[in-house]
């Protein structure tokens, strides 16, 4: 069974900081790009950043750029998300995905972890 496993979620205050990890099972995922999406509740699920499979190409969502950074390490089979001046509005359900491309939309990925929550206070 192929899966993927999010952790390093929690509470967290305003400007605080957060490192996220997803570990894949089940099969490499080395030559496929990964990407990390949220949902906060009442909200639609939406792309927060994206790396390629050799780790050359990023991409974030306008919200997070400057902030977040995605990271992967291919030999452990996992991708990271540190996440640093957290705000109230990050605080959401984040989820890791993968792809044969380094796609920004939900459709562009097959492979979806469970989740782990995020809340930052004010």
């Known amino acids: 069974q192929v899966q993927l496993v999010e952790s390093g979620g929690g509470l967290v205050q305003a400007g605080g900081s957060l490192r996220l990890s997803c570990a894949a099972s089940g099969r490499t995922f080395s030559s496929y790009a990964r990407a990390w999406f949220r949902q906060a509740p009442g909200k639609e699920r939406e792309f927060v950043a994206a790396?390629?499979?050799?780790?050359?190409?990023?991409y974030y969502a306008d919200s997070v750029k400057g902030r977040f950074t995605i990271s992967r390490d291919n030999a452990k089979n996992t991708v990271y998300l540190q996440m640093n001046s957290l705000k109230p509005e990050d605080t959401a359900v984040y989820y890791c995905?993968?792809?044969?491309?380094?796609?920004?939309?939900?459709?562009?990925?097959?492979?979806w972890g469970q989740g782990t929550q995020v809340t930052v206070s004010s």
């Open positions: 995905a993968a792809a044969p491309l380094t796609g920004r939309g939900i459709g562009d990925y097959g492979y």
């Open positions: 790396i390629s499979w050799s780790g050359t190409t990023t």
